[in-house]
């Protein structure tokens, strides 16, 4: 065999594994948006729920957990939404190393990199719960602790201010993405054409803002929390939506978010079928 023969097939193998790692890490991808899809529905139908009067459950993570677990087959759906998460942290990551997807610029590739590393921890905190460890502290909890302990470091007060400011920057930033339909360049557009596309927008509009709102609402009380010296001013998912029914609007307010948090789950399920990964 001649040397440029060989030279042919090895570049023909590499071409193969680099196609195999593409599928793989595409099919990654589209697990993710699915898992994540599940987990705002269900967040947004505890919520619901908590608006009209008839729920007591955790609108959060660990709400929707529980709910799952209480399905048919709960152990192995809960085990699925891991694994889930986890093919969204190596998506995520291998976006951040340039390893899938076109080359994009430096503040991209860190952002992915924070999305994996928080991915990473939403599948490592799942499977401690679908492991059988679910008697620990609630979601709001666990936000009073960590701002707790943050505000005993030196600067605490400003740091904890510091990430409440970025917490609400990170809101604004969804929610105005959402409402100029940025989300709409990451589609295949080719793909999703007439009523689907137009019901896949109002979906990425509607849920975008109901996030943002949350994820900005959520921040207002960590720098609160920071200005007061009060850790118990922090709070999380949960306590962050029922606080939406206190307002002059009342539960009219917490049910428009929440019907968005489970419109924004369904437009993760529209992604895991037309974004280009």
Do not use: N
């Not at 291998?94 to 991915?119: C, E, I, M, N, Q």
């Amino acid at each position: 065999m001649t040397l440029s023969r060989l030279h042919m097939r090895g570049r023909s193998k590499k071409a193969a594994r680099r196609s195999a790692e593409r599928e793989s890490l595409t099919a990654a991808g589209r697990a993710g948006f699915v898992a994540r899809g599940v987990v705002y529905v269900l967040i947004g139908v505890l919520a619901l729920h908590i608006a009209l009067g008839s729920g007591g459950e955790q609108a959060d993570r660990e709400g929707a957990l529980a709910q799952v677990a209480q399905q048919p087959f709960g152990e192995e759906m809960l085990w699925a939404l891991v694994v889930g998460f986890g093919c969204m942290a190596l998506w995520r990551g291998a976006r951040a190393v340039g390893r899938h997807g076109p080359r994009r610029k430096a503040p991209s590739r860190a952002l992915d990199g924070g999305r994996a590393v928080f991915y990473g921890f939403v599948c490592w905190a799942t499977a401690v719960y679908a492991a059988g460890q679910r008697k620990g502290s609630s979601g709001d909890a666990k936000s009073q602790d960590w701002t707790k302990s943050a505000l005993e470091l030196p600067y605490g007060r400003y740091l904890v201010g510091a990430g409440g400011c970025v917490l609400i920057g990170v809101g604004v930033v969804l929610a105005v993405r959402a409402m100029m339909r940025r989300f709409l360049r990451q589609l295949d557009l080719g793909s999703l054409k007439g009523r689907s596309r137009q019901v896949v927008t109002a979906l990425g509009v509607t849920g975008g803002v109901a996030r943002g709102a949350v994820f900005a609402a959520a921040g207002i009380f960590i720098v609160t929390a920071a200005v007061q010296f009060d850790p118990d001013e922090a709070k999380g998912v949960d306590a962050t939506l029922r606080s939406f029914a206190h307002t002059p609007v009342g539960p009219w307010l917490l049910a428009a978010v929440a019907a968005g948090l489970v419109l924004f789950g369904v437009f993760s399920f529209a992604s895991a079928r037309w974004r280009r990964l």
